[in-house]
């Protein structure tokens, strides 16, 4: 269980980042980095994850790179993710008012500026809730690393599956401390909404 919260937490700091950055770049008035995030965000999103993580395993080391497999799952499962955290913090930004970038830019603040110190912190606050959401679902796609040979909850169960030929209790296990680790941060996520909540 520790490496998959491991596995997903790091994921997840990665994936927050790089969909900061994409959703910057798909409100950007640059088209050329507009058309390069909508292209990587379409591209990867609607991808398979398994097809991804394949790719990432077999085609690369092709191509002369090569990462450990631990290493691997980190890097499908941020950039994967990335794409959904991307699309919500776009839409969290949507929702600021407009009024707000204009005033900001009135007092002579820049685009990177304007949506560093005013707009961002607002669009992140709204969007608590469905980054939760997100960090939940790639908890549950960690368990796709298995097909890489990495050591996570899933691998585990199959582990001893294989070793006690009790393939059934083995996974059930393995959903009980999936929940384990869902619903207390979805309590969690629940609790940080209501904290950051911007009174309207």
């Keep these: 269980m520790r490496r998959t919260v491991e596995l997903s937490v790091l994921s997840f700091a990665f994936a927050f980042v790089i969909g900061i950055l994409a959703a910057a770049c798909r409100v950007s008035p640059v088209p050329p980095l507009r058309w390069a995030s909508a292209t990587y965000i379409e591209l990867v999103r609607n991808t398979p994850l398994l097809v991804l993580m394949a790719l990432m395993v077999f085609g690369l080391p092709s191509a002369g790179f ?53 707009v961002m912190p607002q669009a992140l606050r709204t969007v608590v809730g469905p980054l939760g959401g997100i960090f939940i679902a790639l908890l549950k796609n960690s368990g796709l690393a298995v097909v890489i040979n990495v050591p996570e ?24 401390a999936y929940l384990m680790l869902t619903v207390p941060s979805g309590f969690f996520v629940t609790w940080i909404e209501h904290k950051v909540a911007i009174k309207r």
């Design 66 to 118: 090569t990462f450990t497999y631990y290493v691997s799952a980190i890097v499908v499962l941020s950039v994967y993710t990335g794409t959904f955290v991307a699309e919500t913090v776009r839409s969290g930004i949507n929702s600021v008012a407009k009024g707000q970038a204009e005033a900001a830019r009135a007092v002579g603040l820049t685009f990177p500026q304007t949506l560093r110190q005013v």
């Design 153 to 176: 909850l899933t691998a585990a169960a199959n582990e001893v599956g294989t070793n006690t030929a009790r393939f059934i209790p083995a996974f059930l296990g393995a959903a009980v």
